[in-house]
T-cell receptor, first 113, second 113 residues
Framework: DGGITQSPKYLFRKEGQNVTLSCEQN?????MYWYRQDPGQGLRLIYY???????QKGDIAEGYSVSREKKESFPLTVTSAQKNPTAFYLC????????????FGSGTQLSVL | AQTVTQSQPEMSVQEAETVTLSCTYD???????LFWYKQPPSRQMILVIR??????QNATENRFSVNFQKAAKSFSLKISDSQLGDTAMYFC??????????FGKGTRLHILP
């Protein structure tokens, strides 16, 4: 089955700790995205990548980092510089072929201990 | 910069009724895409409907249809014969060609039995 897999489903971070959220897709999509969702709020773009080895900051990139070494993978690291990391994180991908639409993973809930 | 506005934070309707969710957007682009996404309590994001700006005909998907008014920059979603399973957050989204998708803050829809 093709799709996007996010792991883990739940993640806890201690003070001063970096944590990495995984996002893998087997849809052969070119573009991948990370969004943050706070309770009752919309989706805010953290980072996106339209091609391997290249990525751009979104609206709220501070305190986060990403890499895109493989087409299938786009991990997000929440660094200790992100002072309010508790949120629901969604990964998405799309094929930029004129049929633009986002396919989403099932999300990771990150909480601070 | 493009913006997406959903003016109704929350709505409630009786089962089997018709409901319309509003969305307006601001752009100077002529070639773009508009979407409605649904996020049920599971928090999985699901594409409901997609509209290409160059197409004048309004998109429909079963009980879901849109009223796309390009000059007015309006993109409302109509849900006919609403069902309990339609209870969810609904997000309007905008994307210009080969660029990132921007989401509105969402409308929480309750379908009442």
């Amino acid at each position: 089955d093709g799709g996007i897999t996010q792991s883990p489903k739940y993640l806890f971070r201690k003070e001063g700790q970096n944590v990495t959220l995984s996002c893998e897709q087997n849809l052969n999509h070119d573009a991948m995205y990370w969004y943050r969702q706070d309770p009752g709020q919309g989706l805010r773009l953290i980072y996106y990548s339209q091609i391997v080895n290249d990525f751009q900051k979104g609206d709220i990139a501070e305190g986060y980092s990403v890499s895109r070494e493989k087409k299938e993978s786009f991990p997000l690291t929440v660094t200790s510089a992100q002072k309010n990391p508790t949120a629901f994180y969604l990964c998405a991908s799309s094929m930029e072929d004129g049929n633009e639409k986002l396919f989403f993973g099932s999300g990771t809930q990150l909480s601070v201990l | 910069a493009q913006t997406v506005t959903q003016s109704q934070p929350e709505m409630s309707v009786q089962e089997a009724e018709t409901v319309t969710l509003s969305c307006t957007y601001d752009t100077s682009e002529s070639n773009y895409y508009l979407f409605w996404y649904k996020q049920p309590p599971s928090r999985q994001m699901i594409l409901v409907i997609r509209q290409e700006a160059y197409k004048q005909q309004n998109a429909t998907e079963n009980r879901f249809s849109v009223n796309f008014q390009k000059a007015a920059k309006s993109f409302s979603l109509k849900i006919s014969d609403s069902q309990l399973g339609d209870t969810a957050m609904y997000f309007c989204a905008f994307m210009k060609h080969n660029d990132k998708i921007i989401f509105g803050k969402g409308t929480r829809l309750h379908i009442l039995p």
